[in-house]
């Protein structure tokens, strides 16, 4: 047996290519979604609308017989397409042949007359996931969207998230007869009806350089406890945030930390607890302030707030206000696998934190940072020492 996989383009029989439509007409049985079947009939009698997980078991249960497939697939084949899913689970011995189609990103960034050779692609179809993180720190974002979320939704999360003035480009039905293009802002399309066949590109002018380090002057202070840039780099280099990473923070005080965590967790989204309304606040202001929108935060005193959050990977927690030990076991509960980092000041917090790790068993490491500043004084600079402040890690050793 031989599978050829052919891209099928975005719908429209014209942007079938010569090669797609020769595999097509030569193949001995033709395997396709239901929405390709009418333009694909009038190529060959030889078309079944069937299922990705039922192709492959088709083509594996009839992997020994001298027949071609063609499996055609909507878009590309290269980009979000069953094509991957087919080639990871048929048989290694079944000869297979991708073909590649006109994609809906090439296709629609034509129609927009604009290049896409610096923009970032994401996946929204079938998913439950938020486009915000990406829209945050890129320039143009490209996502397909349908399923559980579509373009409506979309625009509602970015509205939420404060990116109300990004230029949403939606692209429905692409080169259908029931085709629209749009452009205009999250609003504009929040209330609005749209098919899963659709496609956006949201350009943020706005977007934040992820890579940079976050320095205090970037912050509005206000009343609240904040923790300084030295200690703040210490903290994201003992929790090794990954760009998926769920985050928490826990006693989020300015929001410094929170911010700077986001940064890291860039196509993820940092859970924030603070117990007081003013600090949730003025979180919210220096979200605005470093353009980290890939925040959601709640005025709650952990571990109230944090059950509906999902699992987190990393978790800082700068203010435990006593509740260590339940704010723990309720991160824990969701993932063992969680790992922690506690900042600490005084020799009491110190000591009950690693006795709540130990209890927990934990494996511990500890850093004591004694930063001291240059101040200017006159024509000199005096170093001016800061109080120590310890970075507790821990994290589970489990068994594999």
């Given at each position: 047996?031989?599978?050829?996989?052919?891209?099928?383009?975005?719908?429209?029989?014209d942007?079938?290519?010569?090669?797609?439509?020769q595999?097509?007409?030569?193949?001995?049985?033709?395997?396709?979604?239901?929405?390709?079947?009418?333009?694909?009939?009038?190529?060959?009698?030889?078309?079944?609308v069937?299922?990705?997980?039922?192709?492959?078991?088709?083509?594996?249960?009839?992997?020994?017989?001298?027949?071609?497939?063609?499996?055609?697939?909507?878009?590309?084949?290269?980009?979000?397409?069953?094509?991957?899913?087919?080639?990871?689970?048929?048989?290694?011995?079944?000869?297979?042949?991708?073909?590649?189609?006109?994609?809906?990103?090439?296709?629609?960034?034509?129609?927009?007359?604009?290049?896409?050779?610096?923009i970032?692609?994401?996946?929204?179809?079938?998913?439950?996931?938020?486009?915000?993180?990406?829209?945050?720190?890129?320039?143009?974002?490209?996502?397909?969207?349908?399923?559980?979320?579509?373009?409506?939704?979309?625009?509602?999360?970015?509205?939420?998230?404060?990116?109300?003035?990004?230029?949403?480009?939606?692209?429905?039905?692409?080169?259908?007869?029931?085709?629209?293009i749009?452009?205009?802002?999250?609003?504009?399309?929040?209330?609005?009806?749209?098919?899963?066949?659709?496609?956006?590109?949201?350009e943020?002018?706005?977007?934040?350089?992820?890579?940079?380090?976050?320095?205090?002057?970037?912050?509005?202070?206000?009343?609240?406890?904040?923790?300084?840039?030295?200690?703040?780099?210490?903290?994201?280099?003992?929790?090794?945030?990954?760009?998926?990473?769920?985050?928490?923070?826990?006693?989020?005080?300015?929001?410094?930390?929170?911010?700077?965590?986001?940064?890291?967790?860039?196509?993820?989204?940092?859970?924030?607890?603070?117990?007081?309304?003013?600090?949730?606040?003025?979180?919210?202001?220096?979200?605005?302030?470093?353009?980290?929108?890939?925040?959601?935060?709640?005025?709650?005193?952990?571990?109230?707030?944090?059950?509906?959050?999902?699992?987190?990977?990393?978790?800082?927690?700068?203010?435990?206000?006593?509740?260590l030990?339940?704010i723990?076991?309720?991160?824990?509960?969701?993932?063992?696998?969680?790992?922690?980092?506690?900042?600490?000041?005084?020799?009491?917090?110190?000591?009950?934190?690693?006795?709540?790790?130990?209890?927990?068993?934990?494996?511990?490491?500890?850093?004591?940072?004694?930063?001291?500043?240059?101040?200017?004084?006159?024509?000199?600079?005096?170093?001016?020492?800061?109080?120590?402040?310890?970075?507790?890690?821990?994290?589970?050793?489990?068994?594999?």
């Open positions: 047996m031989k599978v050829i996989v052919a891209g099928a383009g975005p719908g429209a029989a942007l079938y290519t010569d090669k797609m439509i595999a097509v007409r030569s193949a001995d049985l033709v395997l396709t979604a239901g929405r390709l079947y009418d333009s694909l009939s009038a190529l060959t009698d030889k078309v079944q069937m299922g990705v997980m039922d192709t492959v078991s088709y083509i594996n249960a009839h992997g020994k017989e001298p027949i071609i497939i063609c499996v055609a697939a909507s878009g590309d084949t290269g980009f979000y397409s069953i094509a991957s899913t087919i080639a990871k689970n048929v048989r290694p011995e079944i000869e297979m042949e991708f073909i590649s189609g006109i994609g809906s990103l090439s296709c629609f960034m034509a129609k927009l007359k604009l290049g896409y050779e610096d970032k692609t994401v996946s929204l179809h079938g998913r439950n996931k938020s486009i915000v993180p990406y829209v945050c720190y890129h320039e143009k974002v490209f996502a397909l969207t349908g399923g559980t979320l579509k373009v409506q939704d979309i625009a509602k999360q970015l509205r939420k998230a404060g990116l109300s003035n990004v230029t949403m480009y939606i692209g429905e039905n692409l080169s259908l007869e029931e085709e629209r749009l452009t205009g802002n999250p609003a504009d399309f929040a209330e609005m009806e749209f098919d899963d066949l659709s496609v956006i590109v949201v943020n002018k706005n977007y934040a350089n992820r890579y940079k380090t976050l320095k205090d002057e970037d912050f509005v202070r206000g009343k609240s406890p904040m923790t300084k840039e030295a200690v703040r780099n210490l903290v994201l280099s003992a929790l090794e945030i990954e760009p998926t990473d769920v985050v928490y923070d826990i006693g989020a005080g300015t929001g410094s930390v929170t911010c700077a965590m986001a940064y890291k967790a860039f196509e993820s989204t940092v859970y924030a607890v603070e117990k007081n309304s003013e600090g949730v606040e003025l979180v919210k202001q220096n979200m605005a302030a470093t353009g980290a929108g890939n925040i959601v935060i709640r005025n709650a005193l952990a571990p109230d707030g944090l059950s509906d959050f999902p699992p987190a990977d990393k978790v800082f927690i700068g203010g435990s206000t006593g509740n030990t339940e723990m076991e309720a991160v824990l509960a969701k993932n063992p696998a969680a790992v922690f980092a506690v900042t600490a000041v005084t020799l009491e917090t110190i000591s009950q934190t690693t006795e709540v790790f130990k209890a927990l068993k934990m494996e511990t490491e500890v850093v004591c940072a004694n930063i001291a500043t240059a101040k200017k004084l006159g024509n000199y600079h005096l170093m001016q020492a800061d109080n120590p402040v310890y970075i507790i890690k821990g994290a589970r050793k489990l068994e594999n």
